[in-house]
């Protein structure tokens, strides 16, 4: 089964940067539309940004155009999302999710069938 590992959240003020990383072992995510979720405290889960599986069309929630951009390397099988300008109300629990019912970018829930453990990403001075 596809498992997903994501790393590299953490504390950061606010203006500050951080890279997320989607990482896929024993299973290729070539043929797998990918998706950033995050959950806050107390709020449901959104999506965040997604990309087709080719790479060539990607999608973004209004709250983070502009700041936020996804990016797949599928020669080291990982999904990236680089998140700049971070605000306090960025912070939430990320998720990288796996769709095998779409090539699109598409951040429609329901759609992504493999999900990670989450990253935590507070943003706070």
């Known amino acids: 089964q596809l498992q997903l590992v994501e790393s590299g959240g953490g504390l950061v003020q606010p203006g500050g940067s951080l890279r997320l990383s989607c990482a896929a072992s024993?299973?290729?995510?070539?043929?797998?539309?990918i998706g950033w979720f995050r959950q806050a405290p107390g709020k449901e889960r959104e999506g965040v940004s997604c990309?087709?599986?080719?790479?060539?069309?990607?999608n973004y929630a209004d709250s983070v155009k502009g700041r936020f951009t996804i990016s797949r390397d599928n020669a080291k099988n990982t999904v990236y999302l680089q998140m700049n300008s971070l605000k306090p109300e960025d912070t939430a629990v990320y998720y990288c999710?796996?769709?095998?019912?779409?090539?699109?970018?598409?951040?429609?829930?329901?759609?992504?069938?493999?999900w990670g453990q989450g990253t935590q990403v507070t943003v706070s001075s």
């Open positions: 999710a796996a769709s095998d019912l779409t090539v699109q970018a598409m951040c429609v829930m329901s759609l992504y069938d493999y």
């Open positions: 024993e299973f290729t995510l070539d043929y797998y539309a």
């Open positions: 990309i087709s599986s080719s790479g060539e069309s990607t």
